[in-house]
């Protein structure tokens, strides 16, 4: 969340997060050759709303207020025989007419990318996402972003995947390795990194004869204050 006034602490994490996400599709596409054309684009939402209750309060002292947003949206993606990505970035920023001071920008990011990196052997799923998290759950919690509230936090995740599948005879082996960072920009939480592995090997695939599988799976979860 991001103060356009009254403010002297930006907070961009939603911006670097799209970069961020951009370089790591940018790295990757020289690896997979024969990449499918780019599409990019932007989609641009206007809208005035006027709520009579902008604070969410439930007693009598409710207050109306008269809302203009404005909420570009940035899309690229590619679909292709190697590469599969879809990076979409939307800052939505808030204006009030009478409460000038609580003017926001949230940002969102949603960015998709799968990979082969070596063709029918090896690949990597990379997620990113920057979004608005409820701080309390039975606090008053707003459906938009209309509303001005502090029961929103903004929270980050980043997920990788590498993976190695190939065929064995008549049997199938899978190995792959995962990483899933969730971050919140509020002391209050605590940000968490998964780490783990898999390794499986199986021939449930046959039609007869003997069936056998092995599946050994590896989950390491840290907690630290931001």
């Not at 002292?61 to 993606?77: D, G, H, N, R």
Request: charged share 25%; hydrophobic share 40%.
């Amino acid at each position: 969340m991001t103060k356009l006034s009254n403010s002297k602490r930006s907070n961009s994490s939603g911006l670097v997060c799209a970069i961020q996400a951009a370089f790591c599709v940018m790295a990757i596409v020289p690896i997979c050759a024969n990449a499918a054309p780019w599409e990019f684009g932007t989609i641009v939402d206007l809208g005035i709303t006027h709520t009579d209750n902008v604070f969410l309060d439930d007693s009598d002292a409710k207050e109306s207020e008269t809302v203009y947003s404005i909420a570009p949206e940035f899309f690229l993606k590619t679909d292709g025989e190697r590469i599969e990505a879809d990076l979409r970035y939307r800052p939505e920023a808030y204006f009030y007419s009478e409460y000038d001071d609580s003017d926001n920008v949230f940002h969102v990011v949603d960015a998709s990318l799968t990979a082969a990196l070596v063709r029918d052997r090896l690949f990597l799923d990379l997620n990113a996402m920057n979004y608005l998290s409820i701080v309390d759950p039975v606090g008053r919690c707003p459906s938009g972003n209309i509303p001005i509230s502090s029961n929103r936090v903004d929270s980050r995740t980043l997920e990788a995947r590498p993976y190695w599948q190939q065929r064995l005879g008549q049997a199938n082996l899978l190995v792959e390795g995962n990483f899933f960072r969730v971050d919140y920009d509020d002391d209050l939480f605590q940000s968490s990194t998964e780490r783990g592995g898999r390794l499986r090997l199986n021939n449930i695939e046959r039609q007869e004869g003997l069936a056998w599988g092995i599946d050994y799976q590896y989950r390491r979860v840290e907690l630290s204050l931001i």
